[in-house]
Nanobody, 131 residues
């Protein structure tokens, strides 16, 4: 399983970035794909995920209303559109996939755990938001 993550970078507060995550090496996921983020010294936290069966998006409270997750199944790629970025959004963002969609959704929506038990992880891409 391989992840090709892109789209991270530096932006000023109020700006936008779009992360992309292409997954190869497996049949297109029938579970969920999403992102977690981590700041050095802090616990990793869920950000957003999308369920394969109905393309429903799920978001953590800090990003709800600002971030939008989507997928292009033909390209095996997921996207995270991040708007209204704030310095608190600065972190390393990791693309993640698990066939257990409900597990990932629960972790992100209810902030239950750092996702260490999810199946597949990308290497991460940095997002830096300056004030």
């Amino acid at each position: 399983v391989q992840f090709a993550e892109s789209g991270g970078g530096s932006v000023q507060a109020g700006g936008s970035l779009r992360l992309s995550c292409e997954i190869s090496g497996i049949t297109w996921p029938d579970g969920a794909i999403g992102w977690f983020r981590q700041v050095p010294g802090k616990e990793r936290e869920g950000v957003a995920c999308i369920r394969r069966t109905d393309s429903s998006g799920y978001y953590s409270e800090p990003v709800k209303g600002r971030f939008v997750i989507s997928t292009d199944y033909l390209k095996n790629t997921a996207y995270l559109e991040m708007n209204g970025l704030q310095p608190d959004d600065t972190a390393e963002y990791y693309c993640v996939h698990d066939r257990r969609a409900n597990l990932m959704i629960s972790k992100i929506v209810h902030n239950t755990g750092d996702g260490h038990d999810l199946d597949y992880w990308g290497k991460g891409t940095p997002v830096i938001v300056s004030s």
